[in-house]
């Protein structure tokens, strides 16, 4: 890697609300990893006692969002390429995690699946890949239809959160109870506890999808840098290659002198980035995940319906119309789509972003295409791909909730090796003045514990469990 060009910070001319954005698309796909189909499943099953790995898992990575936006406003760069400066092997490896983390299209079927449910029921016309087609034609054009991407993209998923929130706050106040409540509270403070029937595999996955959780988290790089945030401006924006010719985003960027305008510059984009989180990712996902939680335990676990794989949204619709009445029934099937769907949306994307920018960061010969062009061919190839798993899965009879586990379980691995990685980033490369304080640093390491703790006890399950 070469070494970082010397620039000046641009300049933060505008309000937070002006150019909030990158947070919520991060919302947009960390509601739907983990608070509607891995959390109220476990709910379902063994209620709400270990609801606190929930809580957990948000607030570190609300500390882990927060480095890779420190790295990706003070460079411009992504944190993939800042891992390249470790180590040229990163890129590789990481390809090859987001890869086997997310080639079946586990999301995309749920997608479909929940639209299906809402148009014409479960067991109405059309197989899971027709249905699984028609929500990747619409991902499509919403990805490929604007000239810049990220607009589209975050206008969507901003309107899908609006959508998700006031449905989930009216669902609480139609069948909430204080019993319900004080429950979930007690599983909220019962910290460390794990039920003997769930496996530290399964508690690990539900840790890592509490929040974005896995690759997702370092998609926050591509949209501070879309989103024009700090050093990100000097970066060219993706452009789609369908409707315009973008540059190739070069594969190194920029630090900037440690003087007094620099800092103070520097000081305006990080309190963006500190609201941008704590508002969006950190109180806003607290509040869907909980909210869903809720709804499977006063919907599911009380009546003992533990839902199969790819039925839990109708399951849970289906007792909600008993006791709210069709209209409940139909907005919490518009809730489980609008879900699903942003994030399919997101994981579609940012993967795409993934596997473009390590492509042109390692392979020289590859730059003679933009970006763009290399987004284009990821992203089209694994929608088509994508639509033929499906057709092999459920011809073979293979549900799409394994392979959501899936992602989150090699999610975890992947982030044992990134959080701690993101540190080191900050303290080696960055400004003395701009590195991470004691708190942060306390934080991280916090956080490097917990994901490389369960990590190793997770190795070790798998090899007893065989024995």
């Known amino acids: 890697m070469s070494d970082f060009e010397i620039k000046d910070l641009p300049e933060r001319t505008q309000s937070f609300w002006k150019i909030a954005g990158p947070g919520a698309v991060l919302v947009g796909l960390s509601i739907g990893a983990g608070e509607i189909i891995i959390w109220p499943s476990i709910v379902a099953e063994y209620g709400a006692s270990m609801v606190w790995a929930a809580i957990l898992g948000i607030f570190l990575q609300l500390w882990v969002n927060l480095e890779i936006g420190r790295w990706t406003i003070a460079t411009g760069e992504t944190a993939f390429t800042g891992f390249s400066r470790i180590w040229i092997g990163f890129g590789p490896l990481f390809l090859l995690l987001t890869v086997i983390a997310n080639v079946a299209p586990g999301w995309g079927r749920a997608s479909g699946l929940a639209l299906k449910a809402l148009i014409v029921g479960p067991a109405g016309y059309g197989s899971d890949t027709f249905w699984t087609v028609i929500t990747f034609l619409i991902a499509a054009i919403i990805l490929f239809g604007p000239n810049v991407i990220y607009q589209s993209v975050e206008r969507s998923v901003e309107a899908l959160i609006i959508i998700i929130t006031v449905g989930l706050i009216s669902m609480t106040i139609a069948i909430g109870s204080s019993d319900i409540w004080y429950t979930l509270g007690k599983g909220i403070i019962n910290v460390g506890y794990r039920d003997p029937g769930i496996s530290i595999k399964v508690l690990f996955s539900a840790l890592v999808f509490a929040g974005a959780g896995g690759i997702y988290n370092l998609f926050y790089s591509f949209y501070l840098r879309d989103k024009n945030i700090g050093m990100g401006a000097r970066i060219p924006k993706m452009i789609n290659p369908l409707r315009g010719k973008g540059e190739a985003i070069p594969s190194k960027g920029f630090l900037f002198k440690e003087n007094s305008e620099n800092l103070r510059r520097f ?189 190793i006890s997770s190795i070790i399950w798998e090899i007893t469990s065989r024995l």
């Open 267 to 455: 000081s305006a984009w990080w309190n963006f980035v500190k609201k941008d989180q704590i508002i969006f990712f950190w109180a806003l996902n607290s509040v869907t995940i909980i909210l869903f939680i809720f709804g499977a335990l006063a919907i599911l676990h009380p009546r003992g319906i533990i839902p199969a794989a790819g039925t839990l949204i109708w399951d849970e619709a289906v007792v909600l119309g008993e006791i709210w009445g069709n209209p409940g029934r139909v907005i919490f099937l518009i809730v489980g789509f609008a879900t699903l769907f942003g994030t399919q949306l997101v994981v579609l994307d940012g993967v795409s972003r993934t596997l473009a920018d390590i492509i042109l960061m390692n392979v020289k010969k590859a730059r003679f295409r933009g970006v763009g062009w290399w987004y284009m061919i990821f992203c089209g190839g694994w929608m088509i791909l994508g639509c033929f798993l499906t057709f092999i899965m459920e011809k073979i009879g293979v549900t799409d909730l394994g392979f959501i586990f899936n992602a989150a379980y090699v999610g975890g691995f992947t982030m044992a090796i990134y959080v701690p990685l993101i540190l080191y980033l900050n303290l080696k490369y960055l400004p003395k003045s701009v590195k991470p304080g004691v708190t942060a640093i306390t934080m991280m390491v916090i956080a490097s514990v917990v994901y490389i703790g369960f990590a």
